[in-house]
């Protein structure tokens, strides 16, 4: 169980707001977060890290909705940005420009030209091509933008292979060979200033010894250049979904890295860690059936909502909004979406249910509703708040009219 969310008098809580309350208020299916949670959790990686003076760049990716970014960047956090769209958003939001960092493989000319003329803090630069781009465009506008070049250190990371991204079967990064002579030759980019390296191996990284390889293997890439001296470990801070799995800590992460960076300027691009057990998936049942020896209990939430245990086979706790001491039974939770991968969870040990009855999806306040997509003309979720015993609605329930707004009708 998410320490955001516990049971009082047997119904379960979002600080102090009753979720079958808000359910009924609001209606399902509901994405809820806890601002209380998403501070501890700032706090948190904040403090491992502070002996190291890292500066924390929130990652967009994992939850981009306004008001969480807002409570973010009151939070005195900067932004990790993937896209031109995430740092126009990031910006609205009031990060400061010059406190993101823009991330992402693809970075295309006019995004990186709109970065330059916002006045973005680092660009993290993942190709030669990349760079000669970022270079002609900075000549262009007489600027002399912050770089760090993405080192892949060749490490598969023991993670899903679908968020290993530091192994050289993946597009990101660059090889160690190509690092060192861009390093090389950093003369030949005369209107950028390349200053640090970036690693990211991937995301829910189970071994801190992979990332002290990854940080030794940039570091020696820098070491013959005493103005390199910033170092960006990237994100992957893992978060447990189930409580079976321990993984390490934000704590653990900081005590291994920190006799390594002594003397270095850290960036740290926390996401999934900040947010993902601060929210939930709030979901009812349509009802249940029973077919090949397994109870099938339908919910009005679905892989449109919530698309990870689908594409990566994600394991999601999964409750009753209100607790039975009834015995449970592995149940397949599943949605209305007409696929067969449209599985919230393949075997939830559930009390016995029945139509109207409500379920929480834990742990799911990272990468929900930034994936959720309009797949059978669905409308996507509302979002709500939480702060204390007071909760608002910080993004309403989409509605069928939504879905044809941007069409054109000839």
Not at 209 to 214: F, G, H, N, P, Y
Request: net charge neutral.
């Amino acid at each position: 169980m998410s320490e955001a969310f516990s049971y009082r008098a047997d119904v379960l809580h979002c600080a102090d707001v009753p979720l079958t309350e808000l359910a009924e208020a609001v209606g399902t299916p509901l994405y809820v977060y806890s601002a209380e949670r998403m501070r501890a959790n700032v706090e948190r990686v904040r403090a491992a890290f502070a002996p190291l003076g890292a500066t924390l760049h929130y990652s967009l990716k994992a939850n981009a909705n306004l008001a969480l970014l807002r409570l973010l960047h009151s939070l005195d956090l900067g932004a990790d940005a993937v896209s031109g769209g995430e740092i126009e958003r990031a910006i609205y939001a009031g990060f400061p420009p010059q406190r993101i960092v823009f991330a992402g493989v693809g970075k295309t000319p006019a995004e990186l030209a709109y970065a330059l003329d916002v006045g973005v803090g680092w660009f993290n630069v993942e190709s030669r091509d990349e760079l000669r781009t970022l270079d002609r465009l900075a000549g262009e506008r007489g600027v002399r933008p912050n770089v760090a070049l993405r080192l892949n250190p060749g490490i598969r990371a023991q993670t899903h292979a679908h968020i290993a991204t530091g192994h050289l079967g993946a597009k990101f990064g660059m090889a160690a060979e190509v690092v060192a002579e861009l390093l090389a030759e950093r003369a030949a980019y005369p209107h950028v200033h390349i200053g640090g390296l970036h690693i990211h191996i991937g995301s829910q990284l189970a071994d801190v010894a992979e990332t002290v390889q990854a940080v030794r293997a940039a570091q020696a890439l820098a070491a013959p250049y005493a103005d390199v001296r910033v170092l960006n470990v990237g994100g992957g801070i893992p978060v447990p979904y189930r409580a079976d799995a321990p993984l390490p800590t934000p704590q653990d992460f900081a005590d291994a890295l920190a006799p390594l960076l002594r003397g270095w300027r850290v960036k740290l691009e926390p996401g999934r860690s900040v947010v993902a057990d601060a929210g939930a998936l709030l979901v009812s049942v349509i009802r249940v059936k029973r077919q090949g020896g397994r109870r099938f209990v339908v919910t009005d939430g679905s892989m449109a909502e919530l698309l990870r245990p689908a594409l990566y086979g994600a394991q999601h706790p999964i409750v009753p909004l209100r607790r039975s001491e009834k015995a449970t039974e592995a149940a397949a939770v599943v949605g209305p979406v007409c696929e067969s991968t449209d599985v919230l969870s393949q075997d939830a040990p559930l009390p016995p249910l029945r139509a109207g009855d409500g379920l929480a999806v834990l742990v799911a306040g990272a990468y929900g509703m930034v994936m959720a997509s309009n797949y059978n003309m669905r409308p996507r979720p509302p979002e709500v708040l939480v702060e204390g015993a007071r909760w608002r609605v910080v993004r309403r329930r989409e509605t069928w009219a939504d879905l044809r707004r941007l069409e054109v009708e000839t």
